[in-house]
């Protein structure tokens, strides 16, 4: 059981670049997120979505978008990188009711744009 | 709204030392709450949660109980190690949409 998987762990991409990291889960979970670690700083909830085809926006959206075909899929895209999106982003999910279960995180990706 | 706060870091002990890290939060209602340990280089991991208030989560030695009165979710444990080391965050579910709101999360250095 391979849980959350976040692909790849690590990337550079230069200012006004995109990309897209991907997040897979085989847990069936209907609730997944992505959230952003500052160094140093908590956890900062970027988007979330409750199941496939619906997605919101968390705190700090501005610069990424997302869409979930699938339930197992959760990709965030960063379409013009700039430096303060230098950070960790972890990809998470969850039962759909109910908060005893707690999240399952990914490893994480940690992106830094020069 | 909701919001956590925990006691900021570094916290440093010895191995064998007694730990608390205090976390209290302000929710509407009665949240669950939940305590996430992150080792380095790795993904945040479920420690231990509760979900009423006067519950005692408890998990690898590590003790929280939710006080209602005090609005509190204090992390213990009574002899430390240094594969402890690590930062540890306070959540707690904030109704709707299954939504953890996180503190800024405590680092734990234990020293031989």
């Known amino acids: 059981n391979a849980g959350v998987t976040q692909t790849p762990k690590f990337r550079i991409l230069k200012i006004g670049q995109s990309m897209t990291l991907q997040c897979t889960q085989d847990?069936?979970?209907?609730?997944m997120y992505w959230y952003r670690q500052d160094p140093g700083m908590g956890l900062k909830l970027i988007y979330y979505?409750?199941?496939?085809?619906?997605?919101d926006k968390g705190e700090v959206p501005n610069g990424y978008n997302v869409s979930r075909s699938t339930t197992e899929d959760f990709p965030l895209r960063l379409e013009l990188a700039a430096p303060s999106q230098t950070s960790v982003y972890f990809c998470?999910?969850?039962?759909?009711?109910?908060?005893?279960?707690?999240?399952?995180f990914g490893s994480g990706t940690r992106l830094t744009v020069v | 709204g909701d919001s956590v706060t925990q006691m900021e870091g570094p916290v440093t002990l010895s191995e064998e030392a007694f730990l608390t890290i205090n976390c209290t939060y302000t929710a509407t209602g009665y949240p669950s709450l939940f305590w996430y340990v992150q080792y380095p280089g790795e993904g945040l991991q479920l420690l231990l949660k509760?979900?009423?208030?006067?519950d005692k989560g408890s998990n690898k030695g590590f003790e929280a109980t939710y006080r209602k009165e005090t609005t509190s979710f204090h992390l213990e444990k009574g002899s430390v190690q240094v594969s402890d080391s690590a930062v540890y965050f306070c959540?707690?579910?904030?109704?709707?949409?299954?939504?953890?709101?996180f503190g800024a999360g405590t680092r734990l250095a234990v020293h031989p």
């Open positions: 998470a999910s969850s039962y759909p009711v109910g908060a005893n279960y707690g999240y399952t």
């Open positions: 979505s409750v199941g496939a085809g619906i997605t």
């Open positions: 509760a979900t009423k208030a006067d």
């Open positions: 959540a707690l579910f904030s109704g709707g949409y299954n939504k953890l709101i």
């Open positions: 847990m069936n979970h209907n609730y």
